[in-house]
């Protein structure tokens, strides 16, 4: 029994979805403990920056393993209540 072939859009999507769910993965291994690593995508999306407001946030640009261009990655780190 042969498997179904996917179309080609349907491929070049599915390896896009996979692509974008390796940066997350990558993005979130750079976060210490106290942090919460966000891409500048992310931080560009409706309501993120308004929301990310109260926290230090600092930004750097990363190089991600099998990403060929650098990224610019938001770091939030939590508040000092002290």
Known sequence: MTRPR?????AAARHLQLRGLNIVARVQNLADGDEICITEEVYGA???AEI???YPL???EVQLKGV???MSI????????T
């Open 6 to 10: 996917c179309s080609g859009r349907l």
């Open 46 to 48: 409706p309501d993120v």
């Open 52 to 54: 990310v407001a109260p």
């Open 58 to 60: 600092t930004k750097s």
């Open 68 to 70: 060929s261009n650098a």
């Open 74 to 81: 938001y770091r939030l780190t939590q508040m000092d209540m």
